[in-house]
């Protein structure tokens, strides 16, 4: 389902898994209402909370009905560990990330379990 709105918030974060290797890119679902104008980014923070990387793309050039691609860069991932995954955009119309959750037994409560996204890995 979608997230709550990140166009009116500084970013929206997401513990994440990787393992040792070089990131090539990152796919993910994001959805919009009205006018695509602005930017949407993505920034990874190594577990020492340092930002490895920051992307990001028009969100007038994007078909928001596809997959989004961000690129990579070809980050090395030393070792398997923890990172996190934020998203974020600069835009006067809502930007949604599509995202797994659960809810409590009389759905009152709702927990965000992952985002929707895929992480591929240099050959």
Not at 10 to 25: I, P, T
């Amino acid at each position: 389902e979608l997230s709550d709105s990140i166009h009116d918030v500084a970013y929206v974060e997401y513990q994440v898994q990787l393992k040792q290797g070089r990131l090539k890119s990152l796919t993910c679902a994001l959805s919009s209402e009205g006018i695509h104008n602005g930017l949407i980014g993505v920034e990874l923070v190594a577990p020492d909370g340092a930002i490895a990387l920051q992307s990001s793309m028009d969100l007038a050039s994007l078909n928001l009905h596809l997959p989004v691609i961000f690129d990579l860069e070809n980050l090395v991932v030393p070792r398997d560990a923890t990172w996190h995954v934020r998203f974020f955009t600069r835009s006067t119309w809502p930007v949604y990330v599509l995202e797994f959750a659960e809810y409590s037994r009389f759905g009152w409560r709702r927990r965000v379990i992952a985002p929707f996204l895929k992480i591929e890995y240099a050959r």
